[in-house]
Every structure is written in structure tokens, then in C-alpha cells.
């Protein structure tokens, strides 16, 4: 395998930088009311990691201090630290655009159902995962009942006006594979999903995204447990495409994890590969100056962004 960073060396990035920091990606934690199959951090009902109060008050000060525009939601199920909510309010009254990703099924846990109402009011934009649109290849990823759950809670999102068009109340769906091959074309693929979630459940959305399952986390494990680990690397490398690099998220935004330490993005958090060093490393140092050009921590997992159309949490990076 050519390693990445000689890859794009041989492109002319001696050294990949970033280019601006517009958005601050905050992972509440590694708890999840679910233990999906692809799950890149092994995620799950008993992970105990959370981010405390202290940090989320860090988060905010950063985020006033430097005037970021764009919060991003994650986790685990971000909704279950016990600080989302305070977290959010506060974004909101600083006037921050915020995007919170959702599992969907995390919005019937018990005290959890007010949720949609506070989504709304707040004007945050929901990006939800959901596999597929039909029932047993989300209980396959998700487990028994998921997919069922999903729909009852965009049913509950539609009708607050979620999704519906012309809407300003955004809902996106974000759709990835069920194994280790590649989505399909975005584009017949959100028709696909938005005929058949109309047709058959009355459930509506803005955009779908496609996701390329990264090897790393739990779907590392099942690539490995089912021998199509080396095979999987190889087709992301082939499918290298040099098109994607420019618009690479870690080039426009900051992760920050649930302990207050800062990566180029989720994935390299979940590998536990911090900034380069030198740089500022936790939220409590952050100093947009020097992060908004830094030099970024490349590893191979990054060909699991650059193949073919490449993947980001946006969805893709370059036209098919
Ligand atoms: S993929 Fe998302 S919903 Fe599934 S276990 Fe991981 S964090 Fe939870
Ligand atoms: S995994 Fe993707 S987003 Fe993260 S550092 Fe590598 S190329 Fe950038």
C-alpha cells in the first residue's frame, strides 16, 4: 500500500494544511442508545464516556470568543449527555448555526421525547442517520425495531414541519453501505429514498447524504471478523481520486472530543491521533490563528475520504 501522505506528496502536498476552521465539530460522547455495526467509534449503550460541564462551557466560550459560525452535534447520540440541552441554548442565544446529528431512534428514549419541539424552536438543523429505506437492512446495521423507531420519529419531525418543502426546519438523511462496498450514485440514490419514504410512509426530507463506511472502529472488526479487511483497504486506495482533496472537511473544520482534546476530524479522533504536535491540543488552548492553517495529522484511514467521489460527515466532496 503507498502510504496516504505519499500519495498526496506526489500531488504536490508536501504537507496538507487547512485552509479555514468554519466549523467546530463537538463529540458529546461515545454513549449511544445503539451499537450499529459500522459504528466508526464503538459507540453503545454502556460507554461511559461524556463530556462534563466544565468542557461544554469551554466549547461556548471558544465558539463566542472566536465567532465561529457552525456548531456540529455528534457523539455517540449526542442527545444523551446530560448538558446537550444547556449546550444548545446557549449556541443558540450566541445566534451560531447549529447542525446535530441524530440517530433517530434516540428521540422515543424515555425523557427524551421533547426533543423535536426543542429542535424546532431553536431552529437547529437535524442531520439523521438512516441506512436504508427499507425495514430489515436498517434492523440488520441497527438492530431488531430500529428502523420502525426511525420512522416514528420523522413522522413526529414532518409534522412539525421538518423536512417539508420549503421548509427553513432542515432534515437530512444520511444514508451508508450495509458491508464494504461504496454507495451509489448520491443522486438517483435521494430519489430512490424520497419516492419510497413518500409512497410508503408519508415520511419527507431535504437531502440525503451518502457515507463511505471508514475502516476503523466496529466496522474495522467486522471487516477483519469477515476477511475483507486487506480487500476493502485496497478498493478505497484504487479508488483514490485527487479531485476530492480540496474540499477535505478536516481542511474547514476542528473536532473537538469529549474530553477537550482537539483532532482534525471524528475519525482521527477515534483512532486517538491528535494534532500535529506544537499545536494547541486541547479546547482550553484553542487560538484560531494557529489552527486555521495547521499542518493535518494524514494516516491511511484517510483514503477512506478521497475514494471516488469522497465522503465526508457532509456527504460527498466532488461531483460523480
Ligand atoms: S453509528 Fe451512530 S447510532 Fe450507531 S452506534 Fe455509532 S454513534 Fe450510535
Ligand atoms: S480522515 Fe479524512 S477528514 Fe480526517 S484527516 Fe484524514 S482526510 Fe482529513
Not at 447549529?98 to 428521540?107: G, P
Not at 466496522?219 to 478498493?235: A, I, M, P, V
Amino acid at each position: 500500500m503507498v502510504p496516504f501522505a505519499q500519495r498526496l506528496e506526489h500531488l504536490g502536498y508536501a504537507e496538507l494544511k487547512a485552509s479555514q476552521v468554519n466549523i467546530l465539530q463537538v463529540n458529546l460522547g461515545w454513549r449511544c442508545n445503539q451499537s450499529c455495526k459500522h459504528c466508526h467509534l464503538l459507540a453503545g449503550p454502556h460507554r461511559p464516556e461524556q463530556m462534563e460541564a466544565d468542557t461544554i462551557e469551554e466549547v461556548i466560550r471558544v465558539v463566542q470568543r472566536w465567532s465561529l459560525p457552525l456548531v456540529d452535534l455528534t457523539g455517540g447520540a449526542p442527545e444523551l449527555n446530560p448538558h446537550f440541552e444547556y449546550l444548545v441554548d446557549r449556541l443558540h442565544e450566541l445566534g451560531t448555526h447549529i447542525i446535530s446529528r441524530s440517530n433517530l431512534t434516540v428521540l422515543l428514549e424515555p425523557g427524551k421525547e421533547h426533543l423535536p419541539e426543542f429542535f424546532r424552536d431553536r431552529r437547529v438543523e437535524l442531520i439523521c442517520s438512516l441506512p436504508y429505506y427499507q425495514e430489515e437492512p436498517v434492523d440488520r446495521l441497527r438492530g431488531p425495531g430500529a428502523f420502525k423507531k426511525s420512522l416514528k420519529a420523522l413522522r413526529r419531525l414532518n409534522r412539525l414541519g421538518y423536512g417539508q418543502k420549503d421548509s427553513d426546519l432542515k432534515l437530512h438523511l444520511m444514508y451508508n453501505p450495509a458491508g464494504a462496498y461504496f454507495p451509489p450514485e448520491p443522486g438517483p440514490l435521494e430519489a430512490l429514498f424520497r419516492r419510497e419514504l413518500a409512497a410508503h410512509y408519508d415520511i419527507h426530507f431535504h437531502h440525503l447524504y451518502t457515507l463511505l463506511n471508514m475502516p476503523i472502529g466496529r466496522f474495522k472488526e467486522y471487516l477483519q471478523k469477515s476477511g475483507n479487511y486487506e480487500r476493502y483497504l485496497g478498493r478505497l486506495m484504487a479508488g483514490f481520486n485527487p479531485a476530492t482533496v480540496d474540499g477535505l472537511m478536516c481542511r474547514y473544520l476542528i473536532s473537538v472530543s469529549w474530553e477537550g482534546h482537539l483532532f482534525d476530524c471524528d475519525f482521527n479522533q477515534a483512532l486517538d491521533l491528535p494534532l500535529t504536535p506544537g499545536l494547541p491540543q486541547t479546547i482550553w488552548e484553542f487560538e484560531l490563528p494557529t489552527l486555521r492553517t495547521r499542518p493535518i495529522h494524514l494516516g491511511d484511514h484517510c483514503y477512506g475520504c478521497t475514494a471516488g467521489t469522497g465522503s465526508s460527515c457532509g456527504g460527498r466532496l466532488v461531483e460523480g
